[in-house]
């Protein structure tokens, strides 16, 4: 190989990558030195000179001329015979400057070098990758679907950047084809080997966050303050909002007239049901809120256990728990109270609990996962809402509401 040929590889990844000329030089110049250094013990004594726009690149030797019977250092130092036959006048104690072609370096070194070359660039252009995707962390990026696999789906971006959305950071309901757009978060950005690991989020708390500075001007222009989000993906979210102008209503505009503004929002989710809470340092009122749409009675907090027992009336406290209990979960998540809640009269009430004698476990589960705790809960419902919001058959409903008025017959 000649040196042009080296150069010409040199010029094709320039075109190809995103690399400054100097940075380029530089690689080229490290990757030659580390050649000579292996075939002479030292890179000291040589000139390299780049030419990449002429396609020419020059590798000197200097040496000192000394007597044929003193050379030490062959690579320093070259015998008078020797020099006489690059220039008939040269004297002992003289510098002589000799050029070396790449094929004085032998077949495998000059492939070695080519292939030192190609990585060193790669090692380059990948850790410009990371400190890019680095400063993007947290925040949302568009890419197309490349490639879908059972446990990820591989995305690339413009710049043919390869990110991963595993399957677990996508929304349950998440169903994507090929070449369409993805939004997520970028969630986080390691180093593997040389090669930047992209992972991309659709479940963090934090891209519904962002979504709501895209998607709604007040937020964006920091009128609005997102003071916390909590998220079931796919299933349920409860974003506090805050503004210190008081002109404005925090939650009004965040929804928009009739959910217009946040409806682009629960499509972008999977239709996942968002409530939007306003922020206030009144704990009592805060879980209250939270607690949405459940109207709370009353409401006891003990601030030092962050803990807080809510009453309802017997109506409301399905409404608290939601559907899989998930409304009093996020509630809990996002006050930071782990909440209790206890219906009106609940003196007279008896826990399903306490037929487990005759009421299977899974049976009683079920009925907790809706909201339904104890016997008059139950009993207060219709058979055939009760077939809706649990996963059992009407027998099995009716035979758990005989059990239950057969006790308060007694």
Same mark, same amino acid.
């Given at each position: ?49 780049? +030419? ?23 690579? /320093? ?38 292939? =030192? ?10 850790? &410009? ?7 993007? $962390? ?12 059972? !446990? ?8 043919? =950047? *390869? ?13 994507? @084809?090929?070449?369409? &757009?993805?939004?997520?978060?970028? *969630?986080?950005? *390691?180093?593997?080997? &040389? ?6 989020? !659709? ?5 519904? *966050?962002?979504?709501?500075? /895209? ?14 989000? %909590? ?7 409860? %974003?506090? %909002? ?30 996942? +049901? ?6 206030? &340092?009144?704990? /009592? ?17 003990? $601030? ?24 009093? @979960? ?58 809706? !919001? ?21």
């Amino acid at each position: 190989m000649e040196n042009v040929a080296l150069i010409d590889s040199f010029s094709e990844f320039k075109d190809d990558k995103l690399i400054d000329r100097v940075t380029l030089m530089a690689i080229l110049e490290d990757v030659l030195r580390n050649a000579l250094k292996k075939k002479y013990g030292d890179d000291d004594n040589f000139d390299i000179i780049i +030419n990449p726009d002429k396609g020419d690149l020059e590798i000197w030797r200097n040496r000192v001329v000394v007597a044929d019977e003193e050379v030490e250092d062959p690579n /320093q130092e070259i015998a008078l015979s020797e020099a006489r036959k690059i220039e008939p006048d040269f004297e002992v104690g003289e510098d002589v400057a000799e050029e070396v072609k790449l094929v004085d370096l032998g077949r495998r070194s000059i492939l070695a070098l080519r292939q =030192n070359l190609i990585s060193k660039i790669h090692e380059h252009d990948n850790t &410009n990758i990371y400190k890019q995707f680095k400063e993007l $962390e947290g925040e949302i990026y568009t890419a197309e679907v490349h490639h879908i696999r059972h !446990r990820a789906i591989i995305l690339l971006d413009d710049e043919g =950047n *390869e990110i991963i959305l595993p399957k677990e950071k996508q929304i349950p309901s998440d169903f994507f @084809r090929k070449g369409e &757009n993805v939004r997520g978060i970028i *969630e986080s950005v *390691e180093l593997k080997g &040389n090669k930047p690991a992209i992972i991309m989020s !659709r479940t963090a708390p934090v891209f519904l *966050e962002k979504l709501f500075e /895209q998607e709604i001007p007040e937020v964006f222009d920091g009128l609005i303050t997102v003071k916390n989000v %909590v998220r079931i993906p796919g299933e349920k979210a409860k %974003v506090a %909002v805050d503004s210190y102008d008081d002109r404005i209503d925090p939650v009004g505009a965040c929804v928009g007239m009739k959910g217009s503004r946040i409806h682009g929002i629960v499509r972008e989710l999977g239709n996942e +049901n968002i409530d939007v809470i306003n922020y206030t &340092n009144n704990i /009592q009122l805060f879980i209250t809120r939270a607690l949405s749409p459940a109207r709370v009675t009353s409401i006891k907090v003990n $601030e030092e256990t962050k803990h807080a027992e809510v009453l309802l009336k017997p109506e409301e406290v399905s409404k608290a728990i939601g559907r899989g209990g998930h409304n009093i @979960r996020l509630a809990g998540q996002l006050t930071g109270y782990e909440i209790d809640v206890y219906r009106e009269g609940a003196e007279e009430d008896v826990e399903l609990t306490e037929f487990s004698d005759e009421i299977e476990g899974w049976i009683i589960e079920e009925f907790n996962k809706a909201g339904l705790d104890t016997a008059k809960s139950v009993l207060e419902e219709d058979v055939q809402d009760l077939v809706k !919001r649990t996963d059992l058959e009407e027998e099995t409903i009716l035979e758990v509401i005989r059990i239950l008025k057969e006790e308060f017959e007694e």
